[in-house]
């Protein structure tokens, strides 16, 4: 059974950082491209950024710059560090496993970035 802790989330003022965690279980977690997405309220889910199995990295044009990817293999464990948020980052945060069709979805976690 695959399954997904996510911690992180949280309330941050504007300008603030957050670091997001998602562990892994149930998969073999180095061969899978891991990836960060986001829901906005009334908004459609976005991919935020992902990092394949060899370590390349994609982000969302909005977030170059401010956040980081990465992956530690021995932990099975993503992150996404969040730096200068801004409140257009406030979201649920979900982080998804995808290989060869395979999809597999945490229940995410929230961001809101306020003052």
């Known amino acids: 059974q695959v399954q997904f802790v996510e911690s992180g989330g949280g309330l941050v003022q504007p300008g603030g950082s957050l670091r997001l965690s998602c562990a892994a279980s149930?998969?073999?977690?180095?061969?899978?491209?891991m990836a960060w997405y986001r829901q906005a309220p009334g908004k459609q889910r976005e991919l935020v950024a992902s990092?394949?199995?060899?370590?390349?990295?994609n982000y969302t044009g909005s977030v170059k710059g401010r956040f980081t990817i990465s992956r530690d293999n021995a932990k099975n464990t993503v992150y996404l560090q969040m730096n200068s948020l801004k409140p257009e980052d406030t979201a649920v945060y979900y982080c998804?496993?995808?290989?060869?069709?395979?999809?597999?979805w945490g229940k995410g976690t929230l961001v809101t970035v306020s003052s």
């Open positions: 149930g998969i073999i977690f180095n061969i899978y491209t």
């Open positions: 998804k496993a995808q290989r060869a069709g395979l999809n597999y």
């Open positions: 990092i394949s199995s060899i370590d390349s990295t």
